[in-house]
């Protein structure tokens, strides 16, 4: 019998000098792609964060309050980790943000303020691999920003923006997904793996509330297998994979 052939990922696009990052909770880049991060920012390309939320129900034992402030100190040490400055948060309630023309619009106004062509969100599909159920944020957020790259550059969806001084922006030119159970696409994830460490590492008080191993043989053992088993499908390269749809 024959053995299956595997599907080989394509490079990512390199044509393209900003990425917005847009997804649901401090850290899910953090755990989905920044080594690929890490290396386009030495590139000189300009990427900036955004997310939905500041994470402030994601552990037990910190009130809200208090939580939501100390997980956007590490989101912004993590980003900076990277080589990412700019991180903003839109506010919607962690847990049961909800998609829908709100969310869309909020995403879309950030896409018109930056004006990326490259636009990064987390896996919006139900599952994991379809192995793992995926959280109701990560699939509102995920496909509200498959949608806001086209909401962006159309005046009449959304006009209250444009009155707002926010001009369309039909720039958008990819949308990449990472953390996708199909994958089409792929970056080098050697150049960046170390920092990408460091920046997942800023989110101790998050690592420390889940897992009773040490932080840094935690999160070094997760991302060198993360981006180790997208090896074969890279010409035996560790890579961060990406599904890409094109506009």
């Known amino acids: 019998m024959t053995e299956p052939k595997i599907t080989q990922l394509q490079p990512m696009p390199t044509d393209w000098h900003r990425a917005l990052c847009v997804v649901a909770h401090p850290d899910d880049l953090e ?45 912004r040490a993590g980003a900076a980790a990277v080589g990412v400055s700019t991180v903003e948060f839109l506010d919607h309630r962690d847990g049961v943000i909800e998609y829908g023309p ?16 490259l636009v990064i969100t987390l896996n919006h599909r139900d599952t994991w691999g379809e192995v793992a159920w995926n959280t109701p944020d990560h699939v509102a957020v995920g496909r509200a920003t498959l949608d806001a790259a086209a909401d962006a550059g159309n005046r009449w969806i959304f006009p209250e923006l444009t009155e707002q001084g926010l001009e ?20 080098d994830a050697g150049p960046g793996l170390e920092r990408a460490v460091r920046s997942l590492l800023e989110h101790r008080t998050y690592i420390e509330a889940l897992t ?29 994979a990406f599904e890409v749809f094109s506009r």
């Open 168 to 187: 369309p922006w039909n720039g958008v030119r990819w949308v990449a997904i990472a953390g996708s159970g199909r994958p089409t696409h792929a970056v």
């Open 31 to 75: 755990y989905g792609c920044s080594a690929a991060i890490a290396g386009w920012t030495d590139g000189g390309r300009d990427v900036i964060y955004v997310l939905a939320t500041r994470g402030e129900a994601g552990i037990d034992t910190l009130d809200p309050a208090v939580c939501g402030a100390l997980r956007e100190r590490e989101q």
């Open 102 to 117: 709100a969310l869309r619009r909020d995403i879309a106004a950030a896409i018109r303020r930056h004006r990326p062509e």
């Open 212 to 240: 009773q191993q040490d932080p840094e043989t935690y999160v070094r053992d997760f991302l060198t297998t993360q981006t180790t088993a997208n090896a074969a499908r890279f010409g035996g390269t560790p890579a961060v």
